[in-house]
């Protein structure tokens, strides 16, 4: 079994940024396909970006295009999320997730979950 520990969520104004790490144990990490996740209230949860086990392919959300970059350091057994340019629209709970297997738009893939941080933006 794969766990999954995110940290680095926050309140930020809008306009700031944050990091969101997630660190991964139990399995070869480097093996994963990995994404990011997130949901807000009385939303279904939604893609954000995924990354292939490579790192040679990564993926976005139209919504965050341009804001937001995935990345994995399989050394570390640990992939990140960096959000700039954060908009109220930003909040939610994120989650990370990982799969063995093509990198997928839909949760329900995803065999391995994180608990969730909040994200949390300011007008």
């Known amino acids: 079994q794969v766990q999954l520990v995110e940290s680095g969520g926050g309140l930020v104004q809008a306009g700031g940024s944050l990091r969101l790490a997630c660190a991964a144990s139990?399995?070869?990490?480097?093996?994963?396909?990995m994404g990011w996740f997130r949901q807000a209230p009385g939303k279904e949860r939604e893609f954000v970006a995924g990354i292939s086990r490579s790192d040679d392919n990564t993926y976005y959300a139209d919504s965050v295009k341009g804001r937001f970059t995935i990345s994995r350091d399989n050394a570390k057994n640990t992939v990140y999320l960096q959000m700039n340019n954060l908009k109220p629209e930003d909040t939610a709970v994120y989650y990370c997730?990982?799969?063995?297997?093509?990198?997928?738009?839909?949760?329900?893939?995803?065999?391995?979950w994180g608990q969730g941080t909040q994200v949390t933006v300011s007008s």
């Open positions: 139990g399995r070869t990490f480097s093996s994963y396909t």
């Open positions: 997730a990982g799969r063995a297997g093509y990198q997928s738009t839909w949760p329900g893939v995803y065999a391995y």
